[in-house]
């Protein structure tokens, strides 16, 4: 029987596909055995990537970034110049300030001068006016009297009396005696008429004075108000520029605005604890020069008191000497009644010159101490600066002194220059607590003062700085070195 060819057919497709398939696995199978050996083998050195060449900037390019680096470098240093020169600007503002306030209180000073000496050249020119008016008055009644006397007939009328030559002569006496008192009024009357004509030039003379006083105190004034004004606007012109200054560096130096914040003040801090270093060996410096010369002044004193009990002890030999002399004399001489008094023999005592008492700086003044003038000062720490400040929670100056040392019973002008001119002047090692000290623009001329502060011992101080600033506690370097020195 004969098979169907479709039959036939599809018996070979059947066994093809079978044997189709499994060449396939066996295929897979061998790539990946293939595949797996090749990943094992190591790499060759003719197959391995080839390095990236380097990065070699231009000589133009290495220039151009010398360049950026030192113009970067340049405006940090230029910004760091100018918050420094914007800081010593506000320091030199304050002293301006306060130099302008002292030439304030000079202005009023002198204008209270000006108007005492003028109330008292208009009182002498008043009483030169009354006195003139009096001695008018007598001569007035010299006249009349004289007038009132007669002609001819009253000087011979006493002729005719019984006492008639007598009485002639006696009225010819008192007329030469009124005529010279009559001589006498009117030259005094001329006298102070010339007095009262110069009293009334010197009253007038004052009253311009005055008016040129308060001109210049209104002046002065103006020109402090105007200084404190300059320096409280600079305050604020000078903190916003801080704050750019600030903004800028953090930018060229590649750090937060907080960090070169810190770095800014941090630096001003480190800057600042330089110069109180310096104030402070400048400060112990004064310190031992000030102990020396105490040092020196005990050895002094106790110098004179030793040569005082040698004078003593050799004038007590001496007296003793000359009583067993009298008393021996008298032993062997001839004796008397008992009324003898020896004491006619002894020499006369001397009267011992007062031996100087040491000046102590003034521990204890008649009506107080310096301690209490001490404490007033320290009293008023954190008391705000105000220029013409007298209390009693804002000072200036001039005006902390004036006051703390009224609690002695001193009285001090509210000007420092004034000050100066009315207290014992004094070396800087002769510094004592409650000593004056005292800063000028001419060391030399003690009439450009301009700051006073109060010495507390140990190269210290207390003063009311400046504007914007409190009384408070400083190193007599803190600043610039003093000039001047007083004691109340």
Same mark, same amino acid.
């Given at each position: ?214 001109? &210049? ?83 002094? &004193? ?177 600043? &610039? ?8």
């Amino acid at each position: 029987m004969r098979t169907p060819p479709r039959a036939t057919s599809g018996g070979q497709v059947a066994s093809a596909g079978k044997t189709g398939r499994a060449g396939k696995v066996l295929l897979s199978g061998v790539l990946a055995i293939c595949l797996a050996g090749a990943m094992a083998v190591p790499t060759l050195p003719a197959e391995a990537a080839k390095p990236k060449p380097p990065v070699i900037p231009s000589k133009a390019a290495v220039e151009r970034a010398k360049q950026a680096a030192a113009s970067k470098a340049a405006q940090v240093a230029a910004i760091e110049r100018q918050l420094a020169a914007a800081n010593a600007r506000l320091e030199q503002l304050g002293i301006a300030s306060g130099v302008a306030a002292e030439a304030y209180n000079g202005a009023v000073y002198r204008l209270q001068q000006a108007k005492a000496e003028a109330a008292a050249a208009a009182a002498r020119a008043a009483e030169a006016q009354q006195t003139l008016t009096a001695q008018r008055q007598q001569i007035g009644r010299f006249a009349a009297a004289s007038y009132q006397g007669g002609g001819d007939v009253a000087k011979i009328a006493p002729l005719f009396t019984a006492d008639g030559p007598q009485d002639l002569l006696d009225q010819a006496g008192t007329a030469h005696s009124v005529s010279a008192a009559m001589q006498g009024s009117y030259l005094r009357f001329t006298a102070t008429q010339v007095m009262t004509n110069l009293f009334k030039v010197q009253a007038d003379q004052a009253v311009v004075k005055v008016k040129k006083a308060t001109d &210049e105190a209104a002046r002065a004034k103006q020109a402090a108000e105007a200084a404190e004004a300059a320096q409280s606007a600079a305050v604020t012109t000078i903190g916003v520029q801080r704050k750019q200054s600030i903004s800028q560096l953090a930018t060229l130096q590649n750090i937060s605005v907080q960090v070169a914040d810190q770095r800014q003040r941090g630096l001003e801090e480190l800057a600042r604890q330089r110069a109180a270093a310096i104030a402070a060996k400048k400060a112990a410096e004064l310190k031992a020069r000030i102990a020396a010369r105490e040092a020196a002044e005990r050895r002094r &004193e106790a110098a004179e008191r030793a040569r005082e009990a040698r004078e003593e002890a050799a004038e007590r030999a001496r007296e003793q000497k000359e009583q067993r002399e009298r008393e021996k004399q008298n032993s062997g001489g001839k004796k008397d009644d008992g009324r003898n008094d020896d004491s006619r023999n002894d020499p006369p005592k001397r009267d011992k010159p007062s031996k100087p008492s040491r000046d102590d700086g003034g521990s204890k003044n008649t009506r107080g101490g310096v301690q209490e003038v001490i404490d007033f000062a320290m009293r008023q720490r954190g008391d705000m600066y105000l220029w013409g400040g007298t209390g009693p929670d804002r000072w200036d100056c001039s005006g902390l002194t004036q006051a703390a040392w009224r609690q002695a019973g001193v009285q001090l002008p509210h000007y420092s220059v004034a000050q100066y001119e009315q207290i014992r002047h004094i070396d800087e090692d002769e510094l004592r607590p409650g000593d004056l000290i005292f800063w000028s623009l001419d060391p030399d001329d003690p009439g450009t003062i301009h700051h006073v502060g109060m010495y507390l011992g140990d190269g210290r101080m207390i003063h009311a700085p400046r504007s914007g600033k409190p009384v408070q506690i400083d190193s007599v370097y803190y600043w &610039e070195p003093p000039d001047f020195f007083g004691r109340p």
